[in-house]
């Protein structure tokens, strides 16, 4: 059956993000502040008027910081998904304090929602070589923090060995579903202005260019797969300024114009296993 699956879904940093970069000045906590009071009930109200289910991904430090407006997001019936502790990337951190915060972070869920989290989102996008093996540990379904496909969930290998002088060494498929995301599909990027003592993000591109991207992406998925899911990804204090939140309700519009099925990540997860069912144990693992 054709299906064209979109997944709007939201890394609900707040100010955990800038403090995980070492910005702890009140301006910088500022920024993460208009994200969790001001532009998660934005978009809360935005998805209710459309009726769209998303995800949203929230570091435990959001989780214990904000608990009235994460649990709105729970009331209002969207995923909660786990995006680590204090959003320090797994690749910076050792295997002990990876696991420390995969459980801390999951227990404030289980507070919140009754169950531990279904999918993971690592903070910046940046596994470490333990993720996969301790996501599989946990229980997590599926994760979206790689790019292997743009369109077509996929299942992670684990235990790769990638080495500069020597052909890079397939690990073994696994059960954990990848379900792939893209940083052209990302807000942060394109939006956001963040200067640090080493680097500037220039960001603040025009919206409307960037919708045209975001829509296109979605057309080209529709006209050359039968079945495929398009995941966006939003920070609230990102994309709830005023006229980026008037480009979000034009994708919205847009993707319901040309056929879309908006689902929690969760949930395509689920149809995509059920149409691609973990093949039997292979000598050869796939290569993505």
């Not at 998904?81 to 797994?90: D, F």
């Not at 404030?108 to 996501?135: M, N």
């Not at 790689?146 to 498929?173: H, K, L």
């Not at 797969?225 to 966006?232: D, K, N, Q, R």
Request: charged share 20%; net charge neutral; with cysteine.
């Amino acid at each position: 059956m054709s299906r064209h699956i979109a997944c709007l879904t939201f890394d609900f940093d707040a100010m955990s993000g800038f403090i995980a970069r070492g910005m702890t000045s009140p301006s910088a906590i500022s920024r993460g502040e208009f994200g969790a009071e001001v532009a998660a009930p934005r978009l809360l109200s935005l998805l209710a008027d459309y009726r769209v289910p998303t995800s949203w991904y929230v570091p435990g430090h959001t989780l214990e910081t904000y608990p009235l407006q994460c649990q709105r997001v729970v009331d209002a019936g969207h995923e909660i998904g786990h995006h680590g502790w204090a959003h320090v990337p797994p690749a910076a951190m050792t295997r002990e304090q990876e696991e420390r915060a995969l459980v801390r972070a999951n227990e404030q869920i289980r507070k919140l929602t009754g169950q531990g989290a279904r999918g993971y989102r690592s903070p910046s996008w940046d596994l470490s070589a333990h993720s996969v093996e301790l996501l599989i540990k946990h229980g997590f379904h599926y994760d979206s923090s790689m790019m292997g496909n743009d369109y077509t969930p996929y299942r992670v290998r684990n235990g790769d060995v990638i080495v500069s002088d020597a052909p890079a060494r397939f690990g073994a498929t696994t059960g954990l579903i990848e379900m792939p995301v893209s940083w052209t599909l990302d807000d942060f990027p394109h939006f956001e202005f963040l200067r640090t003592a080493s680097s500037v993000l220039q960001g603040l591109m025009n919206a409307n260019s960037v919708l045209e991207n975001w829509a296109n992406d979605f057309l080209y998925m529709k006209r050359h797969l039968e079945w495929g899911v398009i995941t966006y990804t939003f920070h609230p204090f990102v994309i709830g300024r005023g006229h980026r939140m008037v480009a979000l309700e034009k994708l919205i519009r847009a993707l319901t114009d040309n056929g879309a099925t908006f689902m929690k990540v969760e949930d395509a997860a689920i149809e995509f296993e059920r149409r691609s069912p973990l093949a039997p144990k292979s000598s050869q693992p796939r290569r993505v």
